[in-house]
């Protein structure tokens, strides 16, 4: 499986695994969709990046957002 990266201005990368973790095992474990658990993983991950500290607060309709948009500049 795929995903296209997001390019973005990465503010601290503190966090973003464990942001990527979170979204893969959501998506998968409500829809069993690999490719679908990919995106979500990747967008929450890009989205810790644009963010200091260890933890994001993101509802999903912000991160579908950044998903359906392929917003490269992630808008907070």
Do not use: C, W
């Amino acid at each position: 499986y795929r995903a296209e990266p997001y390019e973005l201005e990465v503010v601290d990368r503190i966090g973003a695994g464990d942001a990527f973790d979170a979204g893969f095992a959501y998506e998968y474990l409500k829809s069993g969709n690999i490719k679908k658990a990919l995106n979500l993983s990747m967008a929450m991950a890009a989205f810790a990046h644009t963010i200091p500290g260890d933890i994001i607060f993101v509802t999903k309709d912000e991160i579908e957002f950044i998903i359906k948009q392929r917003v490269h500049d992630v808008i907070r």
